[in-house]
């Protein structure tokens, strides 16, 4: 038997020759995203990396330490973009609108994984994940009080748990199946709810 290989060597097992850390972490976010944190097993996640279980605890410890990496991506990678959108200076009910409108359409976005991955993430079964995405959610609804309380810091509080129950319930219903529509015209009500209780 011929082999085009010069050295004669057998081509090397295990991971691959070429293994990319960032596109592994990636790869795992779609599936996460699209099936939760608690539907996806070590053996999914290996099949979907290509990889043996030893590689994959090698580069990333453990499934929440791989879902931590996931996180810090999303945070720059498909979360809203908070500071766009609560910049200085913009009127509070027009900035919250807008960013309960893009929550909406990135919810939507793809069918496939919808919702927002922090959220769902926020409600899962491992203890550690748990409190990883909880600390985003956190780090969220900060933004937002610190954001309204500039200009209306008695409402401050309450409507940044306005807008985080909102959010959430954008996220589970886009993973119930509505559609873009169905989410915009809850988010426009939502918006309709802010300006009215800041302007009473």
């Known amino acids: 038997m ?10 090397p097992r295990g991971r691959p020759r070429r293994f990319d850390p960032d596109q592994a972490v990636a790869t795992a976010q779609l599936l996460f995203h699209a099936r939760g ?18 590689s994959f ?3 990333f410890g453990s499934k929440a330490g791989l879902y931590a990496r996931i996180l810090d991506r999303y945070s720059t ?7 766009e959108i609560l910049r200085p200076g913009r009127p509070v009910a027009e900035a919250i609108a807008a960013l309960l409108e893009e929550a909406a359409r ?12 922090v959220i769902e993430g926020a409600r899962c079964n491992d203890a550690e994940a748990r409190q990883a995405a909880r600390a985003i959610v956190a ?5 937002i009080r610190h954001f309204v309380a500039d200009t209306h810091p008695a409402a401050a509080s309450r409507l940044a748990d306005y807008v985080m129950t909102v959010t959430t319930g954008l996220s589970a219903m886009a993973r119930e199946g509505h559609g873009l529509d169905r989410l915009l015209a809850t988010a426009r009500m939502a918006g309709l709810a802010v300006e009215q209780s800041l302007a009473a």
């Open 106 to 117: 990135r919810y939507a976005a793809d069918p496939a994984a919808a919702g927002c991955l």
């Open 77 to 83: 990678v498909g979360a809203l973009p908070l500071a």
């Open 57 to 59: 605890y090698a580069a």
């Open 2 to 11: 011929t082999t085009n290989n010069p050295s004669g060597s057998a081509r």
């Open 37 to 54: 944190y608690d539907a996806v097993s070590v053996a999914d996640l290996t099949e979907a990396l290509g990889i043996n279980p030893p």
């Open 139 to 143: 780090t969220a609804a900060d933004a």
